[in-house]
């Protein structure tokens, strides 16, 4: 796709269109132009639908692991879906959303995303010296890896740098306020949060219907 727009169109074009997209379904399409915005559509449906899956899991398994609250592990009685970790999930995007701004909305994804790519395959290039005993189905040459990891730097730091927003700072006190919970509620488990906790745990279970997977209907 890249490649269609700057071949229609130039540097200049593509800077100053609103929609990209659209401009070149205007340029090349003609009267079907029409299709582009319907396809968009298609295109953000199935990835919002994607990402509710694999995000509503990531925190089920967190959850389950001990990474985060215990009643995230939890799944629905009736469908045996990890309710509460989607809904959870749901919570925060709609916090993000709140803005209403989607420049402030790309800024705020872009940045937390690669930052926690550049994590996760810096984990890979960890692993691969402390802990080679692993066993590994899937083997890639370490270039690759440390390539992901330079490129997700660039990333992280090259809008940051070139164009410094209060938004980089708002993501960075938002994901870093999720260690306060976890160091009260989680880690250190303290006597006064437990008795927090465990009433709303109770009180979530009931209200959602939902148990720990062992518990769960086969």
Known sequence: MNV???TVMTATELLQSQAVAVTFGDRVLYPASWVVP???AFSTIGAANGNCFTAGRLVYVAGREGHMLKVLSYISVKHL????AIIFYGIIATIYIIPGDINSLVNYFSFAAWMFYGLTVLGL????????DLERPIKV????PILVTLISVFLVLAPIISKPEW???YC?????????FYFLFVHYKFGWAQKISKPITMHLQMLMEVVPAEEAPE
């Open 167 to 169: 938004e980089y700072l």
């Open 125 to 132: 290039i960890v692993m691969r010296f402390t802990r080679k």
């Open 38 to 40: 319907l396809f968009v």
């Open 81 to 84: 879906t990890p309710a509460p």
């Open 4 to 6: 269609s727009y700057f």
């Open 141 to 144: 040459p370490i270039f690759i």
């Open 172 to 180: 960075m006190l938002f994901i870093l306020s999720g260690t306060v």
